[in-house]
T-cell receptor
Framework: AQSVTQLGSHVSVSEGALVLLRCNYS??????LFWYVQYPNQGLQLLLK??????LVKGINGFEAEFKKSETSFHLTKPSAHMSDAAEYFCAVRQGSGGYNKLIFGAGTRLAVHP | NAGVTQTPKFRILKIGQSMTLQCAQD?????MYWYRQDPGMGLKLIYY???????DKGEVPNGYNVSRSTTEDFPLRLELAAPSQTSVYFCASSYYPHTADYEQYFGPGTRLTVT
């Protein structure tokens, strides 16, 4: 069965600092992995996705993530944090194969950016 | 396209009352989903549908019912509201099978309080 673990429920960085949000997955099949962002009082928006093409995936707003099979990780990074990046971030893995297309979400990491 | 829309945005229910959360999408997606989001718990799948007339249970279906009479609409019914159903509810949709895109598109959410 697939599962996702996000290390750190809260991360705080200074504006301009590196953002690193950690995600480890467990999957019995080649995984499809996603990062979603949720701004306050809004729905989830896709940041980026890994679907077995390039291992370094670039997303919106300057975010990127690297798929590392040996470490079963898909950490999200951004070189320089901006105040507008403050949000909750969710890592997700597609459940299984076949015609279900269900996502399993991690518990989320709330990112705070301070001046 | 409006994408995925949800109504209402907010609702307060008394214990034992019933209500229907509405969800509609205009992207001709065949798959639709209902999630609930509790603080620190990520998103949990309540029900999903792979097409009109076909629904199935997710992780946490107890206390809820769904129907899918059209491709566009996927309402979620709470028959006897309980305090444990206080949560934020998200509807999502996706197009499957699309070999390059397993992304789910989310609505803005409904914040429900049961007192």
């Amino acid at each position: 069965a697939q599962s996702v673990t996000q290390l750190g429920s809260h991360v705080s960085v200074s504006e301009g600092a590196l953002v690193l949000l950690r995600c480890n997955y467990s999957s019995s099949v080649p995984p499809y992995l996603f990062w979603y962002v949720q701004y306050p009082n809004q729905g989830l928006q896709l940041l980026l996705k890994y679907t077995s093409a390039a291992t370094l995936v670039k997303g919106i707003n300057g975010f990127e993530a690297e798929f590392k099979k040996s470490e079963t990780s898909f950490h999200l990074t951004k070189p320089s944090a901006h105040m507008s990046d403050a949000a909750e971030y969710f890592c997700a893995v597609r459940q299984g194969s076949g015609g279900y297309n269900k996502l399993i979400f991690g518990a989320g990491t709330r990112l705070a950016v301070h001046p | 396209n409006a994408g995925v829309t949800q109504t209402p945005k907010f609702r307060i229910l008394k214990i034992g009352q019933s209500m229907t959360l509405q969800c509609a999408q205009d992207m001709n997606h065949n798959y639709m989903y209902w999630y609930r989001q509790d603080p620190g718990m990520g998103l949990k799948l309540i029900y999903y549908s792979v097409g009109a007339g076909i629904t199935d249970k997710g992780e946490v279906p107890n206390g809820y019912n769904v129907s899918r009479s059209t491709t566009e609409d996927f309402p979620l019914r709470l028959e006897l509201a309980a305090p444990s159903q206080t949560s934020v509810y998200f509807c999502a949709s996706s197009y499957y099978p699309h070999t390059a895109d397993y992304e789910q598109y989310f609505g803005p959410g409904t914040r429900l309080t049961v007192t």
